[in-house]
């Protein structure tokens, strides 16, 4: 069965390797304890790698739908960003993933930034992150508030208006609590940009 089920889900475009444990529910959907899987490119190279301690894959719809998933998304051979939430949808040939429900996106900085959200949609095709619900960026320095932002392949947070930001002082508490239009986080540079309909009106922030 164990075969089977692989040769299922194999896919030209998106190479998978996955060591599940397969328990036949009936012939459309199958429970997998313990889900570890990665997802390569067609030339090869690791894109993401997911894991779920329960899991359910139908074969009819070809999705998966994971509990308390962790991803691991990759930039060469290096982990770039670790996700988790409470839960997870993998469809489309594995090419759309979304997560909902305590989302949590982590940097691997020293000092690292954290992102929460409600929900978090990607396509893999695509180079950017959507997330929705309750966004909430905090690092050492600033926190920022938002209904929904974007994160790309620059590294860039572009949180949509209304959103609030606070600078905390040295000693990690708030110094200023102030409301704006679009902000951008640059989690390289570490600095937030705040731009307005006036495309006169901007600011830099540099930690």
């Not at 690791?46 to 894991?51: A, E, N, P, V």
């Not at 938002?146 to 947070?157: F, H, Q, V």
């Amino acid at each position: 069965m164990t075969n089977i089920y692989r040769l299922i889900i194999f896919i030209p475009f998106f190479f998978l390797g996955c060591a599940p444990n397969v328990i036949e529910e009936n012939n459309v959907i199958q429970k997998i304890d313990s889900l570890d899987m990665n997802i390569y490119s067609n030339k090869g190279d690791k894109i993401y790698s997911i894991s779920s301690p329960n899991s359910i894959y139908n074969l009819s719809e070809l999705k998966f739908e994971l509990e308390k998933p962790t991803i691991n998304i990759f930039k060469g051979e290096k982990t770039k960003y670790i996700i988790s939430s409470e839960k997870s949808t993998l469809s489309d040939n594995n090419k759309i993933l979304k997560l909902r429900g305590n989302v949590i996106l982590k940097t691997l900085k020293q000092d690292e930034d954290i992102l929460f959200a409600d929900n978090f949609i990607w396509n893999i095709e695509e180079t950017d992150y959507l997330l929705e619900g309750n966004i909430r960026f905090e690092n050492q320095n600033i926190i920022l508030n938002s209904s929904k932002a974007k994160l790309n392949s620059d590294s860039i947070i572009e949180f949509f208006n209304p959103v609030k930001y606070i600078i905390k002082d040295k000693n990690n508490k708030n110094k200023y609590e102030i409301n704006s239009e679009n902000a951008y986080y640059n989690l390289k540079t570490e600095s937030v940009s705040f731009k307005a309909k006036d495309k006169r009106v901007k600011s830099i922030i540099y930690f």
